[in-house]
């Protein structure tokens, strides 16, 4: 563990792209992150064996410019177009870009859904491979010059049963879903017809809007309107899933598919239970695990795929990928008759087809490189001790929060985001996430257990998995939380002085000298204690 631990704190520098310099300060920094029975030349060596590699990749030298020959003419015309650097040619886009890149690098990345990629992946999203059209399966395309994307397809599709140590006689998967949303209204265009029932947890109660999200007077999601949606919902004082009452609206309901996934729920799922009530129903159980797939890849929670029928993932959240969906489908037997019979699962050309001709045209070839590379180093001791070490800090984070007497939504998390209940404390979600913004911590606005309107949420939402990417261990969480504490006091001054309506409290946190200047303060703050942590990428974009 020792090793993996090590390769995990190693990691920021294997996929960054910096200079030398940089990589000084980034060392020191690291070093004073380290656990105790990390050995001060372990960690500098860690980093100082990938200088060499650090020192011939700069984003200025030729390897990332014109592929054109350093004795070619002056670019005109045509040739400049084709060959002129972003930052030579749209200066003021890579103005933007540099922006956003210096606000990641100086802000802390607490939205639960985010992450920080590898290079391996912003190189494969920068590759060639964006060039070409592959409508079809790998062996069966309608356009010609696929035979190394066909290999690069299945190399994605086979990593990707890996990672989840699949039977690949058991299971199947498409790795052309554009993202989660997308792979979802497949999963449903293949398992049911127009207006078949699905259930799904509502989305005040930690659901996703793809799952048939609709309000009394609106069907919000796209889901809803082509399908015919029932929510399953939490017990209002414990914040957990009441599987009883699903059990009992399941069997009123009727569905054809039970979707268990979250968007915002910090426990662990009864994927057992799940599968219970599906069978009492007929009914098809379909995991979405856009959010946990890379804690279920790296084995430290319960997977759904002893379970389901179906699921689906994004790959760009804890499994920090590129962003794109994945859909793992069974294959084989599905029950057996009373006389012996054996019904088989026909899923596969099913999925396939809702994927394409059903939803997409081409899929992003870059993006399944992405993907191939991502189910790669979702095998390693790395990638499994980053995993826990998300767990650990969410829990710390968590810890942190209820210390200081905030109300986190279940009492706890046993996964990589913390649901704040901010009723208590008399603060809305959407001050907190504003005043958050200001100070340099971005966050989400949230619904939580209770919640009568989406669009006026009560609570916040954190995550872990961009943080523990950049390096920050439990102790730092200590930090983290005091930061947002002083940042959620400040709104409560604020909207002591500005009344109840947002725009008034945007207002005067800009207007109102005092304010204004505890706003930059903390910020301050905030970014000087941010930058001490790498980020993976490209040094400037």
């Not at 949303?181 to 078949?196: D, K, M, Q, R, W």
């Not at 997977?303 to 489908?329: C, N, Q």
Request: aromatic share 8%.
């Amino acid at each position: 563990m020792a090793s993996a631990l090590r390769g995990f704190v190693s990691l920021a520098p294997i996929f960054s792209v910096r200079r030398l310099s940089t990589i000084g300060r980034v060392g020191a920094s690291l070093q004073a992150q380290l656990p105790n029975h990390y050995s001060p030349g372990a960690s500098v060596t860690g980093l100082r064996l990938h200088e060499p590699r650090v020192a011939k990749v700069n984003y200025d030298q030729a390897r990332f410019s014109s592929s054109l020959p350093k004795s070619a003419p002056k670019m005109a015309g045509n040739a400049k177009l084709l060959h002129e650097n972003l930052w030579d040619q749209d200066k003021e886009l890579m103005d933007l870009i540099r922006k956003e890149k210096k606000r990641q690098t100086r802000g802390l990345e607490m939205i639960a859904s985010e992450n920080f990629t590898s290079l391996s992946v912003l190189q494969c999203l920068s590759s060639c491979l964006h060039n070409k059209y592959s409508e079809g399966l790998p062996g069966q395309r309608y356009y010609g010059g696929n035979e190394f994307i066909d290999e690069i397809e299945l190399l994605a599709q086979k990593r990707a049963l890996e990672a989840y140590r699949l039977n690949p006689e058991e299971w199947g998967c498409n790795v052309q879903p554009y993202s989660g949303s997308p792979a979802n209204f497949a999963v449903y265009t293949a398992l049911i017809e127009p207006h078949g029932r699905i259930m799904g947890l509502d989305l005040p109660d930690g659901g996703h809007l793809t799952h048939g999200f609709m309000t009394q007077t609106k069907k919000i999601s796209a889901t809803s309107i082509f399908f015919e949606s029932m929510p399953y919902k939490v017990d209002p004082v414990t914040g957990l899933i009441d599987y009883d009452k699903m059990e009992e609206t399941a069997r009123l309901f009727k569905p054809k598919v039970i979707i268990a996934g979250i968007s915002c729920y910090s426990r662990c799922l009864d994927y057992k239970r799940f599968r219970e009530i599906a069978n009492q129903n007929g009914a098809y159980l379909f995991a979405d695990m856009a959010h946990i797939s890379g804690l279920v890849a790296a084995g430290i929670i319960p997977s759904p795929f002893e379970y389901a029928d179906v699921v689906s993932t994004t790959t760009h959240k804890t499994l920090r990928g590129p962003r794109a969906g994945v859909i793992f489908f069974r294959k084989g037997v599905r029950s057996v008759k009373a006389n012996g019979e054996k019904v088989m699962y026909d899923l596969e050309s099913r999925v396939n087809q809702a994927v394409f001709p059903g939803l997409q045209g081409g899929p992003h070839n870059h993006a399944i490189a992405g993907i191939a590379t991502c189910m790669l180093q979702a095998q390693t001791p790395e990638f499994r001790a980053y995993q826990e070490q998300v767990i650990k800090n969410a829990r710390a984070l968590c810890a942190g929060l209820l210390e200081k007497g905030y109300s986190v939504a279940t009492g706890g998390t046993d996964v990589h985001l913390v649901l704040v209940d901010l009723r208590p404390v008399g603060i809305t979600g959407a001050r907190a996430e504003y005043i958050l913004e200001e100070i340099s911590i971005a966050c989400n606005k949230n619904t939580v257990p209770g919640d009568k309107s989406a669009l006026n949420p009560s609570g916040i939402r954190l995550g872990t998995p961009a943080l523990t990417t950049r390096g920050l261990l439990e102790k730092d969480m200590q930090q983290v939380v005091e930061f947002i504490d002083r940042g959620l006091r400040l709104s409560k001054e604020v909207a002591n002085v500005s009344g109840p309506k947002l725009v008034d409290f945007k207002r005067v946190i800009h207007e109102d000298v005092t304010f204004s200047a505890k706003v930059q303060s903390l910020r301050k703050e905030v970014e000087l204690y941010s930058e001490q942590f790498p980020l993976p990428g490209y040094e400037e974009f």
